[in-house]
């Protein structure tokens, strides 16, 4: 990371007035002392706390459980049950009062509000349990051929992780009206906390780089599954822990510089998940491997419009998701072209990429 110039050139000038009675060398060594804030390795500092966003991921991650327990075609599953997850109905599931239900974002005005969808999702998937014939290829699908175990854990994953990340906590209006000053014992100053809040959505280890044997969650286990082909797990996890730094130097053109990266590798990995599962589905042969592979592509194509700062216009969006259709009946192998040659264009992702997803 490097200090602003116009940061940098305040502190040299400072610096040459206050050595001004020195030697040219000593002026010199002075100015030499000036130097970027290390960078660690590890999302590791002294006073942070990101455990509310934590406990939203297992909870999320619970809620997914729960749903594909169902693909026994034996166990009986209850909307009840889910909303319980949901919303945290008891107060305490791993140990946290918080809740997935209320930091959802609900857009009425977005192609598809997912907020709306998650109940719907609830009920369709009690009333699919239990029955061996609504399995196909070991998972529970609805009466239209969704898998609600995919809809609701994709569809979450951009409603509320993604959107509260880089719609919220990472955005000028949150930042920049939070003081930077007055630290509190385990959560640092209120920017420094707000930051750390985006990070926790992101669902990485604090040795996210390089423990290959760390617990990653969803977004940061997904960066990691397409790396080998697209990699931004390493440009988003940098950039978080290069932004934390900046925000304790208050050098807030390096925060946002930093923080345009995270949201636009972000997005990134949004599109490459939707072109990976449409790439699966084009050579899939089994009718449930293709019900699967369709309802991933369609949820994470939702996931694109949870950015508040997105690329994508909410035309192609909206685009896209016509094409994929309601079922996985409705998408031809036109469609799945005309999908992937609309991403690839908006992203500049090269046809190795596209191709090899």
């Keep these: 990371m490097t200090i602003s110039s116009s940061l940098k050139k305040t502190i040299i000038a400072s610096t040459l007035i206050a050595t001004s009675l020195f030697s040219c060398s000593e002026v010199e060594d002075a100015i030499n002392d000036i130097i970027t ?26 809620l997914e459980r729960y749903i594909k327990s169902g693909n026994d075609g034996v166990t ?6 889910m909303n319980a997850i949901y919303t945290n109905e008891s107060g305490d599931l791993f140990g946290s009062s918080k809740d997935v239900e209320s930091k959802t974002a609900n857009d009425t005005d977005l192609k598809v509000n997912v907020y709306g969808k998650i109940p719907t999702y609830f009920i369709s998937a009690a009333d699919a349990s239990g029955n061996q014939d609504n399995i196909n290829g070991g998972r529970l699908f609805n009466v ?27 955005t000028n209006e949150k930042l920049d009206g939070a003081d930077n000053e007055t630290v509190e014992e385990g959560e640092g100053t209120a920017m420094e906390h707000y930051w750390d809040e985006g990070f926790g959505y992101f669902g990485a280890a604090t040795d996210y780089a390089d423990n ?28 978080f822990i290069a932004g934390r730094v900046a ?16 949201i636009a590798k972000w997005e990134e990995l949004v599109a490459i998940n939707v072109i990976h599962y449409l790439n699966s589905l084009a050579t899939d042969t089994e009718v449930g491997d293709q019900m699967h592979h369709w309802s991933e592509a369609l949820a994470f194509a939702w996931c694109l419009q949870y950015n508040s700062s997105k690329v994508i216009s909410s035309s ?12 996985v009946n409705d998408v031809s192998s036109d469609d799945i072209t005309a999908v992937k040659a609309a991403l690839k264009s908006t992203y500049g992702f090269s046809d190795e990429v596209v191709n090899n997803l």
């Design 37 to 62: 804030p290390e960078i660690p390795t590890t999302y590791t500092f002294e006073h942070v706390n990101y455990s509310g966003q934590t406990a939203r991921i297992q909870m999320l991650d619970s």
């Design 316 to 327: 192609e969006i909206s685009n896209i998701i016509d094409l994929l259709g309601d079922s």
């Design 76 to 81: 009986k599953l209850s909307t009840s049950d």
């Design 247 to 262: 925000i304790a130097s208050k050098d807030y053109e390096e925060r946002n510089k930093q923080r345009d990266i995270i």
């Design 144 to 170: 239209n051929g969704h898998e609600p175990a995919q809809m609701v854990a994709k569809g979450l994953m951009g409603a509320t992780l993604y959107y509260q990340s880089v719609s919220n906590y990472l």
């Design 212 to 239: 290959t044997e760390a617990k990653n969650w969803y977004w940061a286990k997904y960066a990691k599954s397409r790396a080998d082909v697209y990699d931004v797990s390493g440009d988003i996890f940098n950039a």
